[in-house]
T-cell receptor
Framework: DAKTTQPPSMDCAEGRAANLPCNHSTISGNEYVYWYRQIHSQGPQYIIHGLKNNETNEMASLIITEDRKSSTLILPHATLRDTAVYYCIVRSDNNAGNMLTFGGGTRLMVKP | NAGVTQTPKFQVLKTGQSMTLQCAQDMNHNSMYWYRQDPGMGLRLIYYSASEGTTDKGEVPNGYNVSRLNKREFSLRLESAAPSQTSVYFC????????????????FGPGTRLLVL
C-alpha cells in the first residue's frame, strides 16, 4: 500500500472549516483513500473514503486531486468534539487481510 | 448492537505473567484484527483473522498468540509479558465479501490499556 504524509498538527477555530491535507504521491490505480479519526482514549472511527471522485457524507467531504497524488479532508463546521488525531490511509482491495496501515496522523485542535 | 467489545479495560501485569485479552463483535463480521498503539504513535497490526478458522501475522506479532474462537470472538494472548508490551490494544472487525468494492470499513473497540511492570 502507498505511504501517506500528513502534517503532525493543525489548529482550527470552532465553527470554521477544517481542511486536513494528505499526500500520497505513490498511490496506484486500485488504491482507495480512507480517513479515520481517533478521539482521545477511544478506538479509531471511520470517517470517509474515496477512489477518484470527491465524496461527501454526514461527517465530512473528501477532495481528491485529479492526479490522485493528494487529498483533503474537510470538516465543514468544526466543533470542539472534532478535536482528534486524523489518519489518512491508502490501501488496495488486494491488500492481504485487508489491513489498515496507520501512520502518525494529524492532531487537529479545535479552539473556541 | 454493542458493536465491538473488549475486556478488560485496564490491566497491570508483572514481567513474565500471562494474560488473554478478549474481543467480541455482534455485527456478524468475517474479519477481525488486533492492533497495538504506543504513546504518540499510530496503530500497528499484531494479528488478524480474515475469516473464522484462519489467523495470520501482522506487522508486530512477536510475543503474542491469537485464537479465533468462533465468528464472534477473537482473543489475544501474552504468554510471558514484557515491559515492551505496555500499550493500548485495540480490536477491530470488518465485513468482507459481498460488499461493493471499497466499502470495507473497520469498526474498533474501546481498547484495553495494559501496563507491564
Amino acid at each position: 500500500d502507498a505511504k501517506t504524509t500528513q502534517p503532525p498538527s493543525m489548529d482550527c477555530a470552532e465553527g470554521r472549516a477544517a481542511n486536513l491535507p494528505c499526500n500520497h504521491s505513490t498511490i496506484s490505480g486500485n488504491e482507495y483513500v480512507y480517513w479515520y479519526r481517533q478521539i482521545h482514549s477511544q478506538g479509531p472511527q471511520y470517517i470517509i473514503h474515496g477512489l477518484k471522485n470527491n465524496e461527501t457524507n454526514e461527517m465530512a467531504s473528501l477532495i481528491i486531486t485529479e492526479d490522485r497524488k493528494s487529498s483533503t479532508l474537510i470538516l465543514p463546521h468544526a466543533t470542539l468534539r472534532d478535536t482528534a488525531v486524523y489518519y489518512c490511509i491508502v490501501r488496495s482491495d488486494n491488500n492481504a487481510g485487508n489491513m489498515l496501515t496507520f501512520g502518525g496522523g494529524t492532531r487537529l485542535m479545535v479552539k473556541p | 448492537n454493542a458493536g465491538v467489545t473488549q475486556t478488560p479495560k485496564f490491566q497491570v501485569l508483572k514481567t513474565g505473567q500471562s494474560m488473554t485479552l478478549q474481543c467480541a463483535q455482534d455485527m456478524n463480521h468475517n474479519s477481525m484484527y488486533w492492533y497495538r498503539q504506543d504513546p504518540g504513535m499510530g496503530l500497528r497490526l499484531i494479528y488478524y483473522s480474515a475469516s473464522e478458522g484462519t489467523t495470520d501475522k501482522g506487522e508486530v506479532p512477536n510475543g503474542y498468540n491469537v485464537s479465533r474462537l468462533n465468528k464472534r470472538e477473537f482473543s489475544l494472548r501474552l504468554e510471558s509479558a514484557a515491559p515492551s508490551q505496555t500499550s493500548v490494544y485495540f480490536c477491530a472487525s470488518k465485513e468482507v465479501p459481498g460488499l461493493p468494492t471499497g466499502q470495507e470499513t473497520q469498526y474498533f473497540g474501546p481498547g484495553t490499556r495494559l501496563l507491564v511492570l
